[in-house]
């Protein structure tokens, strides 16, 4: 990988606090769509790998079969309430932590990389329902069993940015074609948590892919996570 130079980072510093209690690492790459959540989780992973760790990449929907059920009812047109809409996405969240995450969860020397969840839940539901950050806090929390990640990394991009790579996609999901005014009231929200929330990391996406890893990584070295 091109730039990243893996004796730059003090990645055990990262992770160590987390095995010592003899669970993995939980950390959730958050951002709008198009900002690089996928990419990076993908560049991160043989990093990390590379130095003795097992990397396991959530990337809902279809690692379990309810999630690829809820999904296709999600990115249809299929007419529903907006509430009705959110129990949807908790659903597929309570089940993806009990079918993958609670088991990597056990796995030693293990690090979860959540592509999407917390933020992208509270943003997108707090713009569509109208319903506090905090009441979506705490079903969030009862749908995952109160798991917090211990690192959130925000990858800040401009709206711009974002939809001329959603552009490019050769697929896309009615998630990836919201109004540029959606995406930008989200992205405000995301930038408010990540100022507002414990152990949250914003990292400009905006910049080149190998760039954008090098930040995480640098910035991931100096955060306390204990």
Sequence with gaps: MRGVCLTRFKIERII???HKKGGAMFIEFEGISGSGKTTQC??????LENV??????VNEPDMTKMGTTVDSIL???TPRDRITEMFLFLAKEAELHSQIISLEDRLPNNIIFRDGG???FLSYNHINTRLSIQTLERLH??????????VSILLDVPVDVALKRILNRHKRSRFDVLPRVFLKTQSDILEHL???LPNWIAVDGSLEEDEVTSKILNKMSKIDVR
């Design 16 to 18: 160590i606090t987390e």
């Design 75 to 77: 990115c249809s047109n």
């Design 42 to 47: 993908e560049l991160l992973k043989p990093i």
């Design 141 to 150: 929390d009862r749908a995952n069993a109160h798991q917090i990640p211990a």
């Design 52 to 57: 003795g760790y097992s990397v396991t990449i």
């Design 118 to 120: 917390r933020g992208s």
């Design 194 to 196: 990540a100022t507002m």
